[in-house]
């Protein structure tokens, strides 16, 4: 089996070590080889410092197999899956690390608006291994063109925004777009969309001089400060490549991403007058409360496998998917989209928030939740899980459904649940809990602590 | 005598009523009349939303007469100056309206890095008036390319910068960009010269989302809070061309534009070991008291004429000439420039203000100022300035220099000063005061108002 | 009314004395108005010196009403009509004089795939007129982008010439593309239909080194030389602009238009089974031979008229229209398109000749013809239609149809015709006949010239 | 010792086998390393279909470095050595096959305007077989940058022809730039110097339709046909990037190299007044003759050498050097110059031929010459050259000279000469003969191929 290149979301690393230029020519000649050398592949970047460098060798090896290379420059994450289904094009690549420091790169590929699913990667990474590319013929060589995609999505984005919500009359909002690709994209966009916009590091800038790309509360400190001291609306973060988006609300506190899903997937549901919704298997159980309060169905995917779902849903039953940070409007498409997110989100904070994200957030409930990491060496983690649950089904009570595909996830009849997971890259097991009262959580907690140290002792003793 | 077109600062006005596309024809026309239908014209534009309507005209008059054109893209004003003495190139044009509001837009020319004199100027207008152009032969109609300027300039200031200062080491910098033309610019530089570079207002915009153009104190509220409640050793700010500069300092206080004026004055005074300081008349005199203390001379001008002074200077005299907002370095150039006067501001607040710009403020005393706007009726004008020279003389005491140029300036012995203007555009008279004691002040702002007072009265009654 | 500017084939004139910087800019912004301050219009232009001249003052026009613009570079005419069924776009206009010389330049409209219609013309030279223009609110003006057309256009022509017919295997043929905007399409056209392509006067200069840009027999000297030399199956050569074909049999001898346009209308109603073919006035009856034995109908029209006839056709009755040199497949779009002509003429040449176009044409019979300019003064032209009618009535016997839209063509039942008509611009009348025998073109060319004699007498008389 | 890849004028080969993506990285990041990771580098190709797919890989490749690229588009080969002297550049390097098929590709090096020698190219060698390459710090990343140099070179060009001769008053001139690079160039700069130029094979198409790109008599058939046949005072021919020059006369004859050569030289050394020529092993005595009447010197180097005397040329004694179709004009540059060899022997067609290339060439002699290959097995190779100079000097009379650099070179008193040299590429060994005289050049053939004989006979004895 050839080394494996993909992670949960495209490829990733640093550029001296992983993501190099010999490793963007395979791929290049991998997903050319993969289309069978015709049709069109959309290539774009973030705006980090080695973004021409692994671009150049990425495209050649799209056109010496015979594909023709869509050149789009600087876009956001979205804006390139958008483009992949454009009219003549077989897939569309962003050369991006997302949230990653600027001295990482990567790769993310769509094709018909979805990321690429696993089946797809494995060829990819078969063939940089086994160098087995087509090369064509001088005649057949493919052809480089450019295309400026920015006022299509925008465009499409907006269309979609005023289907849902209307002009703002001018309240006003902050943007911090972390430097990166989306700085050109989500301000004129709300700014079109009628809010007053304010930025903050909005230059692009592969350097990220303003804060480290992942948009958490740690790197958001001047954000969140600003946000409390100003009188904007709301606050909206993205990371380099803007499929990210976190919220901030007007006295600087950072909204829990459970919460924000919850929002996105309410209003969907309310649109579609019910619906299914996808969301990874890490998210609390406010989704599932505000869900099935407007008539809709709330499935749990493991992480990573939301453009699996996507990819089988050939009758459009999800109407909405979302990782944390990550939401998906499947009716713009199958993408992760932080741009649109922004502009819903604003949207909202007009027409249920009468222009205060806090009263926004006052319609999704707050409830008691823990995330913790507990030490897990890998020789332990293959008889982990399966003592884990057999201590969780005994220990734990009024349980209303088990979920196994990505660790083990207990759902209670009051609401409350318990997630255990072990890390796929760390020597390290993941808790999470969430429920509606502190005693309901300490109480699981209690168990689920007792679960994974009785069970990392077990699994010692047999290995 | 031809209707002006040009005030004190090029041409500004609304693009429905007076900068039209026909006159931007009218403009590139005479431009290339001027110029006898042969060489080579730059154009750049700032971010404006009528960049593109005003470009097209004008190149298209510049080519008609032969005159070929290089397109600059949207860069800054000093860029665009900075362009007009590159080889081939007898002038360079810039379309933006500086700090004015969206609705209006302008042009700025340039000759060997400085701005029009007004006899340019005149030729310009007459030939908008008379349309007497130049048409080239179809042969020799001008061809236009394209040229990306900026690493070129950057690269000039930066090596500009370092033979003044050094490479920061990470002192924390925000820049406010006005949502303008140097947002590419000043940001990319600083991050170059070693600081940690946070930025607001800086995606660029031709609605100028952000704030209005113009950065002072009113339109800068967003930003001197931000410059209170956060980190940053200095703030600094640009109109949308960025030939200006505002300064606030970590406490989020604005720092009055004499006192900049005098740093730069000082500094450069300094390196040169002495040399000649021009500055507009409506300066303080703590200019000169830091200028003399090196060594140098300071000379007041007409606002408006600094680039007659700086074209007259053919031994290179004047090491530094400023208005307030607008630094000319004369070692980098003959034009005002923002950017490199924040990277200079910058260095300083590291190198004098020990990575403080309240330390460094403290190294330039702050004096009682006053300025004030009286009504003065336009029939009133031509009688009022000669009465109110003949009270003033009579009234103010240890009077050591006194300048007619542009209004009445008095300057004392003491230091302080009092200066009568009257606005060429507005129904009133202005009256600035400087002293190092309030009650210096004082008694001088009462013998001006009332000696503005009585020439109104007595001028009227006269007419 | 206003002044005309349009003529048969949008305006021309001398870019020193019609075609000016001024009209380009009042062009630009008549359009605007017209179409209400919104949309989007495609703008293009030939490879004249003049080009960017009158671009960017006629761009910034469109803009100035708030119109969005998108510069399609250098392309062909028929390129550039194209553009005009894109999506958003609600015309596009074309910045060339086509075969005049280089001095001249001038501009096509086009909309929805045809040339602009003369109440469209009028509309646009009232305004020019009259200056009555939209003028945009700053935040509304339009907006310019650019986009690469050429392979749309050239997928888009590939495509109908393969439904036609197949990829040649490599005959041999000379293109004569004038030094024009075609230069970089119908070589590369033609080597993807396989054909194998030598080029003559086709690098692209705006200076027409080559040979004047009208492709006459008298400015094809040195190519039909070439062609009877060397050993091509045919040589096709355009204009500047790439509306008109001129076919060249490898003896080096030049086709007759008339047979050319037979041949294509031959094809087309073949294609159809039947249909209605347009073609203008001053052609000969051999397109009516070929045309109805294949079961098709012929219309004649006024010259320039046929776009008008195609914007009334709204059932899509006519399957192919063309003035000489200029045929429309109406499959294709409403424009007059030399390109598709080249593609089509050399698959025939193939198909039908045996890659001989000298076989080809043995296939279109060569009648007799006659075309001759008689003076005529302005002030006789009133008077002089109506005499020479009476009088042609009367000694033509055999008269099977009789014309009288545009001067007065007679039409025989043994397929002779005589056509007088007088011009719009010369102080001429023209004489046009066609007959199966010499003896019957003598017989009808004694009647003519008789008639045009008596009527010049006749009406100097009466005047 | 590394795998050599640079033959006697850069890196060709097939793309598909040895010219390949991996390839074009690995010299970009050896190139890169040279250039130990700073400064500048310019990038160009010229027209092939496989132009993009290895510009991308190979840019990537020198960025990785850290070095910049300027990329500089499809232009002549000339043109990137002109732009290797640019400031900040340290070397450009151009995309290209020369004359060779086009499923070939390759690559040549440039620096301070002579292309690489071979200590260089050693080094590049060794470091895309020892893959140990520079890898830049993210933050130290090379910087692409787009850049427009036509003007600058065509204008670096005409101001060199302008020294020498002035505008021409109309001449035709016909131009055949291989569809390839040049097809921009030549004709426009001749158009420029005042000629009239029709051209042929010049629309840019990296399918070579119209002929092979070698500009060799076979397969310039077509040519100089239309030559003959038409009335041009001179055709001139490239190849593929513009290096070379072919001459053909109004008669449509192609001139030999050695006389055009002798031409070139010839001019250089009247207007320097002496000096020294540097010429190709090769080449005939004509040259000799040519140059010596204008008081300069002759010398000879080995095939592919005289970048190496270039270089070495410190004094820049060396007024013109030239391999057969390639001329290097020193006062310009130290690069092979077809296109300004073009200008220049347009010139001289006016000024010496009084318009007519026939009369021009009445001024260099042209003597019986002789050149033909003789089989010559690789095993044979080592002992073949011994054995021939030992019957050489036994056999001829009258030597001069002998020169054994390349092969062995016997030139005699009476302007004869004789070439015996091994192929580096094909089991062939070349004998050229030039003399005044048919029977002179018989017996020296004679003589010579005994020679050849005999040699290969006993080298195969002794094996």
Redesign the interface.
Same mark, same amino acid.
């Not at 060589?141 to 450019?146: D, F, N, Q, T």
């Not at 007053?196 to 800038?205: A, F, G, L, W, Y």
């Given at each position: 089996m050839a080394k494996r290149l993909f992670g949960t979301s495209g490829i990733r690393g640093s550029?001296?070590e992983n993501v190099?230029?010999?490793l963007?020519?395979g791929l290049g000649?991998a997903l050319g080889t993969y289309l069978k050398g015709t049709g069109g592949v959309g290539v774009s970047t973030d705006a980090?410092?080695?973004r021409?460098?692994?671009?150049?060798?990425?495209?050649?090896?799209v056109?010496?197999t015979g594909v023709d290379?869509v050149d789009l420059g600087i876009v956001p994450m979205p804006t390139t899956a958008f483009h992949s289904v454009f009219k003549g094009i077989n897939a569309s690549v962003i050369i991006t690390a997302s949230h990653n420091p600027?001295?990482?790169n990567g790769f993310k590929f769509f094709t018909r608006g979805r990321e690429f699913i696993r089946t797809e990667e494995v060829f990819l990474e078969e063939r940089v291994e086994d160098k087995k590319f087509l090369?064509a013929?001088? =005649?057949q #060589?493919?052809?480089? +063109? *450019?295309y $400026?995609i920015r006022?299509d999505f925008l465009g499409r984005v907006k269309e979609f925004a005023l289907e849902r919500g209307s002009i703002s009359s001018g309240t006003r909002v902050l943007v911090d777009?972390a430097?990166g690709a989306a700085?050109?994209y989500t301000?004129?966009l709300l700014?079109e969309l009628g809010f =007053?916009? #304010?930025?903050?590091? +909005? *230059?692009? $800038?592969g350097?990220f001089?303003?804060?480290p790309a992942e948009p958490s509360p740690k790197n958001l400190q001047?954000t969140m400060?600003?946000a409390?001291?100003?009188d904007f609306a709301v606050t909206l973060c993205h990371d380099g490549d803007g499929d990210r988006l976190a919220v901030i609300d007007e006295e600087g506190r950072f909204i829990d991403q459970n919460r924000v899903i919850a929002l996105f997937a309410r209003d969907e549901v309310k649109r579609h007058d019910g619906g299914r919704v996808v969301v990874s298997i890490d998210t609390s159980s406010v989704i599932d409360e505000l869900v099935k309060a407007e008539g809709g169905e709330v499935v749990r995917a493991p992480l990573g496998s939301l453009q699996e779902r996507l990819a089988l849903d050939k009758e459009g039953i999800i109407i909405f998917a979302s990782e944390p940070w990550k939401p998906i409007f499947t009716d713009l498409g199958g993408w992760m989209d932080g741009v649109a997110g922004a502009a819903r989100l604003s949207q909202m904070v007009d027409e249920i928030g009468d222009e205060s994200c806090i009263k926004l957030m006052k319609t999704v409930p707050e409830y008691p939740m823990l995330r913790d990491n507990i030490p897990c060496p890998d020789e332990v983690k293959p008889r982990f899980l399966p003592i884990v649950k057999e201590i969780l089904i005994q220990e734990i009570t009024g349980v209303e459904k088990i979920l196994e595909e990505d660790g083990i996830r207990i759902e209670r009849n009051d609401g409350s649940y318990l997630l255990v997971r072990v890390s796929g890259t760390e020597p390290k097991a993941r808790l999470y809990i969430g429920a509606k009262t502190q005693e309901t959580l300490d109480s699981l907690e209690k168990i689920g602590r007792e679960a994974m140290d009785r069970a990392t002792e077990q699994a010692l003793k047999r290995s």
């Open positions: 550029i001296a190099t230029t010999d963007a020519l000649r980090r410092t080695s021409e460098m692994l671009r150049g060798a990425f495209i050649s090896g056109l010496s290379v600027p001295a990482d090369i013929d001088w =005649s #060589v493919g052809r480089l +063109s *450019h $400026d006022d777009a430097n700085t050109n301000p004129h700014r =007053s916009v #304010v930025t903050i590091n +909005s *230059h692009q $800038d350097y001089p303003g804060r001047d400060r600003i409390k001291e100003s």
